[in-house]
């Protein structure tokens, strides 16, 4: 079974701009939640959705915004880009949610120069 | 929100020491994961083991859920087994999150 993928896996943006990735789940999974991890904060949840809907979300400005789509497949915005935005992003998916294990991608590292 | 401490911060070994992780956790939790993160940056699953105790190869974990803690055992360590590892757990109340600690950065030496 292929394991979860994320594209693109690197990205290089500048101030002001916005940004889409993409996390294509494990096949059945519904559940596919999303982390930024960086030196000075660790891994932070974003949010998390399941069958299309947000069901949970971590403490980030508007700017940060999900959506999910009818395969499963999700994507993360990013609006109005700043330096601190600069991470290493990393989606999860599992089968309910987030009281199952949860499967990683191999992240999509952002910079913001 | 739960809180969740991992201990030793850094560990320098030699190759074949045994080694144990520790990840103290301040609240009851549905899940609980240990990660390896490799040097490209992707988190792989060691374990799932919001309870008892599991073991794979060279690893082995035990959580204590009544107490609060989980332990993530190496024996024989390999250089390959250097990285950093992450322990996470999934907080019952509130947020449903899964809430990582800060990591161990483990070194083996040769």
């Known amino acids: 079974k292929a394991g979860v993928t994320q594209t693109p896996r690197y990205l290089i943006k500048t101030r002001g701009q916005q940004v889409t990735l993409s996390c294509s789940p494990i096949?059945?999974?519904?559940?596919v939640s999303w982390y930024q991890q960086t030196p000075g904060q660790g891994l932070q949840f974003l949010f998390e959705y399941f069958s299309e809907t947000q069901r949970n979300k971590g403490n980030f400005p508007g700017r940060f915004s999900g959506r999910q789509f009818s395969n499963s497949r999700s994507e993360m915005n990013v609006s109005t880009l700043e330096l601190g935005d600069s991470a290493l992003y990393l989606c999860?998916?599992?089968?309910?949610?987030?009281?199952?294990?949860?499967?990683f991608g191999p992240g999509t590292r952002l910079t913001v120069l | 929100g739960i809180q969740v401490e991992q201990s030793p911060p850094d560990l320098i070994l030699q190759e074949g020491a045994n080694s144990t992780l520790r990840c103290n956790f301040s609240?009851?939790?549905?899940?609980l994961q240990w990660f390896h993160q490799n040097p490209w940056g992707q988190l792989i699953n060691l374990f799932y083991i919001p309870s008892g105790t599991k073991q794979n190869g060279r690893l082995s974990a035990t959580t204590v859920a009544t107490e609060r803690y989980s332990l993530l055992y190496i024996s024989s360590s390999q250089t390959t087994d250097s990285g950093v590892y992450f322990c996470?757990?999934?907080?019952?109340?509130?947020?449903?999150?899964?809430?990582f600690g800060q990591g161990t950065r483990l070194t083996i030496n040769p």
């Open positions: 999860a998916s599992s089968l309910g949610g987030l009281v199952n294990e949860q499967f």
């Open positions: 096949s059945g999974h519904r559940s």
């Open positions: 996470a757990v999934g907080e019952i109340q509130g947020a449903q999150k899964l809430v």
């Open positions: 609240d009851s939790v549905n899940n």
